[in-house]
Nanobody, 121 residues
Framework: QLQLVASGGGLVQAGGSLRLSCAAS????????MGWFRQAPGKEQEFVAA????????DYADSVKGRFIISRENAKNTVYLQMNSLKPEDTAVYYC??????????????WGQGTQVTVSS
């Protein structure tokens, strides 16, 4: 069973940066596509970014494109989300996930607990 633990959230001013980490245990993340999602208060969960197992290519939500970078370090069994130029609307609980890729589609099987990111204006 794959277990995921997200960390790195916190309080930051608008324009600042944070790096989230998602540490995996139980299985190697090299066999999974990995992703990040977020959920703001009163809103539905939304896709943020994902990275493919097969090619290492990435997808991003339009709202974070150019500001966030997802990366994976298979040797450390960890996935990262570098968040730059943060905006108050990025405030949310961020979750990491592991799953499979199907061309431009994804299927998510494992979820970590969330880490809170709060961006003050």
């Amino acid at each position: 069973q794959l277990q995921l633990v997200a960390s790195g959230g916190g309080l930051v001013q608008a324009g600042g940066s944070l790096r989230l980490s998602c540490a995996a245990s139980g299985r190697r993340i090299s066999t999974y596509a990995m992703g990040w999602f977020r959920q703001a208060p009163g809103k539905e969960q939304e896709f943020v970014a994902a990275i493919r197992r097969s090619t290492g290519t990435t997808d991003y939500a339009d709202s974070v494109k150019g500001r966030f970078i997802i990366s994976r370090e298979n040797a450390k069994n960890t996935v990262y989300l570098q968040m730059n130029s943060l905006k108050p609307e990025d405030t949310a609980v961020y979750y990491c996930a592991a799953g499979s890729e199907y061309g431009s589609s994804w299927s998510w099987s494992y979820w970590g607990q969330g880490t809170q990111v709060t961006v003050s204006s």
